[in-house]
């Protein structure tokens, strides 16, 4: 059974630094077949991509965003590690992890809530 | 960017009516446009792939037709589990792939 959870603060402050965490079961992110993608949307609005990692390790990262977003994994944990740096109340939104199999998202974690406020 | 538009904002149907939604893309973005439905606190879920095809355990009343920058999604006949909002994203840049703003069929 394929699963993904996202974890990380509820509440981070202007300027902060947030780091989301992703843990997966039933595959693993050394699968040359899969990757993840890290996919947010603000309450009310529209999705966006931000950031997906291969299984060989290869990254990519939104075009608007890249200078602020880092993406990571550790195959032995099962996590795919997100941050993004100085936090602004745009950045209010439900953030979520997908797995991703033939350029598609199969696979969603439930989303977690990040909002940023001081 | 590949920038997608999404008409209308909101579709207002009555159940059992056909619901009509477009997407269109800045560019050509050939075949690679999937559909998602997303209902409330849920993360969204593939309808559609390939502009066409259907996705595991997708009943037959939903349908995707178009390809280059015009396309559409077709709900032959609206059930109560289909109002929803809908989104179409495109994937000919993948992974740098983006959304449309969505279309939120509801009740009429």
């Known amino acids: 059974q394929v699963t993904l959870k996202e974890s990380g603060p509820v509440l981070v402050k202007p300027t902060e630094t947030l780091t989301l965490t992703c843990t997966v079961s039933?595959?693993?992110?050394?699968?040359?077949?899969?990757?993840v993608s890290w996919i947010r949307q603000p309450p009310g609005k529209a999705l966006e991509w931000l950031a997906h990692i291969f299984s060989n390790d290869e990254k990519s990262y939104s075009t608007s965003l890249k200078s602020r977003l880092t993406i990571s994994k550790d195959t032995s944990k099962s996590q795919v590690v997100l941050t993004m740096t100085n936090m602004d109340p745009v950045d209010t939104a439900t953030y979520y992890c997908?797995?991703?199999?033939?350029?598609?998202?199969?696979?969603w974690g439930q989303g977690t809530l990040v909002t940023v406020s001081s | 960017e590949i920038v997608m538009t999404q008409s209308p904002a909101t579709l207002s149907v009555s159940p059992g009516e056909r619901a009509t939604l477009s997407c269109r893309a800045s560019q050509s973005v050939s075949s690679n446009l999937a559909w998602y439905q997303q209902k409330p606190g849920q993360a969204p879920r593939l309808l559609i792939y390939g502009a066409s095809t259907r996705a595991t355990g997708i009943p037959a009343r939903f349908s995707g037709s178009g390809s280059g920058t015009e396309f559409t999604l077709t709900i032959s006949s609206l059930q109560s589990e289909d109002f929803a909002v809908y989104y179409c994203?495109?994937?000919?840049?993948?992974?740098?792939?983006?959304f449309g703003g969505g279309t939120k069929v509801e009740i009429k």
């Open positions: 039933g595959f693993s992110l050394s699968n040359a077949k899969m990757g």
């Open positions: 997908a797995r991703i199999r033939y350029q598609l998202p199969d696979y």
């Open positions: 994203q495109q994937y000919n840049n993948w992974p740098l792939v983006t």
